[in-house]
């Protein structure tokens, strides 16, 4: 009998439940890479909505030949100023776009303490379409006030407004699906590698809305807008929200129940927030409030690093887009090496104090380096992208696996959702004030915004002090216990 070739060994070393899971796996990692895909055009084209311009009037950077995408020939005049696109190119833009980035960032944080009730009463994979069809439509719709000649500023702030809400719908999805496929074992190191679903939908955001940007901005809208919409099929044809939909055996985060109704739902965040365990409790406001402050220095740099970058280094927004992706290069390091220390030391509070502890500095330098030229800024971007997004990555998945099993919930199927809802619902509050600030500091100079970034991070290692004390004083106290998620 002839041997079996190479590829068939492969395939046939794993077993069926194996498979599927490394398809679920892989299928959630690029859903909510899609939705993160879809937030970045916005930080891309701020420095096309608006444009620097030289004294008497003059463009500091020339308007590149009309092509076939731009608009028809009697429009031009109306589209754009010398100084980009109306309202933005007034003096008032940075207040302007932070407008922007609030509207959408705060119905967001809104959103995410609604979302879990509203998705935990619909099939996650009808509730994760929904969002995915309606977030495709609201990016693309930013995208055709280029085409449709719009320049109420009113217009842009809804569209914002509505899109935050909708994707609300993403992320208690995809980590409920995900805690409903895999087991305890190696938490920090899995959730780090499936983690970095951010910075890889937001790489794929600034090339592709970056492509556009000089000569179509309109585009750089519309096409995330489309390839979200798309992901949102394949989701509607491929996701599995449980192994027992097809017979897997499960090694699931929580020990599921088959049903729950919504009187139990609001009993389970009630004793979330007011169990007697004082570790979970404090565990929970604790971390919630450290991802507030986290959170507020990774969104301030998701969305105004592109124009941060062309502002100090004088690029234009397509080369400034491009090396902005760097910083997310360094998160998706930061979140799996936070992953492996944390499982390795079995101290989740630590790790993210350690990388906090070390961000703050790391910014002042980044400050001061970047202004020196392109390579310092490539190497202070893959450091402060780690230090950065290492601790919210770790705070947003493992650490919300850890309290959402926590044995005082004695297994409530919900736990893991509800937890998740209000963790990265706190953490949003700090996302929508980052942006925001930056717009309302930046016109003062962009060190005071750097100041501004190392006080949030400093504060949120702050509200790590007790856990970190208790972990460093006490092995296995911390709030998710984490010895108990070793295998056996």
Known sequence: MASLPT???????????QWYRAFIFILTFLLYASFHLSRKPISIVKGELHKHCASHG??????????????????????????????????????LLGALDYSFLCAYAIGMYLSGIIG?????????????????????????????????????????????????????????????WFGKGRRGLIMGIWNSHTSVGN??????????????????????????????????????????????SSTPLISSKS????????????????????????????????????????????????LYIT????????????????????????????????????????????????????LYMFSMV?????????????ISGALVNGPYALITTAVSADLGTHKSLKGNSKALSTVTAIIDGTGSVGAALGPLLAGLISPSGWNNVFYMLMVADATALLFLLRLIQKELCCTGSMPGEQRQFKEH
């Open 370 to 382: 970047s202004k020196m030229g392109l390579e310092a800024t490539i190497v202070m971007l893959l």
């Open 7 to 17: 590829g068939i060994r492969l395939i046939t070393s794993f077993t069926r439940d």
């Open 311 to 362: 502002n100090v280094d004088h690029f234009d927004a397509k080369k400034a887009g491009d090396l902005s992706t760097l910083f997310d290069v360094g998160g998706i390091i930061g979140g799996i090496l936070a992953g492996v220390i944390s499982d390795r030391l079995g101290k989740r509070a630590s790790t993210c104090g350690l990388m906090l502890l070390l961000a703050a500095p790391t």
């Open 120 to 180: 935990e009463r619909l099939p996650i994979r009808y509730y994760l379409t929904f969002g995915m069809f309606a977030s495709g439509a609201f990016t693309a719709l930013f995208g055709l006030g280029y085409f449709y000649n719009i320049h109420n500023f009113g217009f842009y702030v809804i569209t914002q407004i509505a899109n935050g809400l909708v994707q609300t719908t993403g992320w208690p999805s995809v980590v409920t699906c995900i805690g409903n």
């Open 203 to 248: 790489i794929l955001g600034s090339l592709i809305a970056g492509y556009w940007v000089s000569t179509c901005w309109g585009l750089s809208f519309v096409v995330p807008g489309i390839i979200i919409a798309s992901m949102g099929t394949v989701c509607f044809l491929f996701l599995i929200e449980h192994p027992r939909d097809i017979k897997c």
């Open 58 to 95: 003059k463009v500091k950077l020339n308007i590149v030949n009309e092509n076939a995408f731009r608009a028809p020939a009697g429009k031009i005049s109306d589209n754009e100023t010398h100084c980009g696109w109306a309202p933005f190119d007034k003096k008032n833009y940075q207040q």
């Open 259 to 306: 049903y729950e109704n919504g009187t139990n739902r609001f009993r389970v965040q009630k004793q979330i927030l007011y169990t007697k365990d004082n570790s979970k409790n404090l565990g929970v406001i604790e971390f919630s409030l450290c991802l507030l402050f986290a959170k507020l220095v990774s969104y301030t740099f998701l969305f105004w690093l592109p």
